[in-house]
């Protein structure tokens, strides 16, 4: 199994369903506020901070519940993490080389990969 570290302050998109949005005006009014609905994209996605998700909906999330938002969410991941698991699927995925081009590199393709994928990574920490 692979994991990535992902820190709460960082934004996740959600699409609203009509019981959260029902939920953010009823938690609004509750403390005399006027309700206010995050800007969704064409397609129905809003973006959170994940920790301002679980304050403004942790209240109404149980099991069995409706949900505030759809259950599929999408988290942003950064290009260092996209590369370590395209890395791992490319690995994964490839059981066997051409012949012709081991015999041509005189060397593991996949060593070749792995080596570039690194040096594109480390150049990337360097730039951050």
Same mark, same amino acid.
Request: proline fraction near 6%.
């Given at each position: 199994?692979?994991?990535i570290?992902?820190?709460i302050s960082?934004?996740?998109?959600?699409?609203?369903?009509?019981?959260?949005?029902r939920c953010?005006?009823?938690?609004?009014?509750?403390?005399?506020l006027?309700?206010?609905?995050p800007? /969704?994209?064409?397609?129905?996605?809003s973006?959170?901070?994940?920790? =301002?998700?679980?304050? *403004?909906?942790?209240p %109404?999330?149980?099991?069995?519940?409706?949900p505030?938002f /759809?259950?599929?969410?999408?988290?942003?991941?950064?290009?260092e993490? =996209?590369?370590?698991? *395209?890395?791992?699927r %490319?690995?994964?995925?490839c059981?066997?080389?051409?012949?012709?081009?081991s015999d041509?590199?005189?060397c593991?393709?996949?060593?070749l990969?792995?080596?570039?994928?690194d040096?594109?990574?480390k150049?990337?920490?360097?730039?951050?």
């Amino acid at each position: 199994m692979t994991f990535i570290e992902f820190n709460i302050s960082e934004s996740v998109m959600v699409m609203l369903t009509e019981r959260g949005r029902r939920c953010i005006a009823y938690t609004a009014e509750s403390i005399g506020l006027a309700p206010h609905i995050p800007k /969704e994209d064409a397609k129905g996605w809003s973006s959170w901070q994940l920790w =301002c998700l679980i304050e *403004e909906f942790g209240p %109404y999330i149980h099991l069995g519940c409706l949900p505030p938002f /759809e259950t599929v969410i999408r988290i942003p991941i950064n290009s260092e993490v =996209c590369r370590d698991a *395209e890395r791992y699927r %490319y690995l994964c995925e490839c059981k066997e080389w051409p012949r012709d081009v081991s015999d041509a590199l005189d060397c593991d393709p996949k060593v070749l990969i792995d080596e570039a994928i690194d040096a594109e990574i480390k150049k990337a920490r360097e730039v951050a």
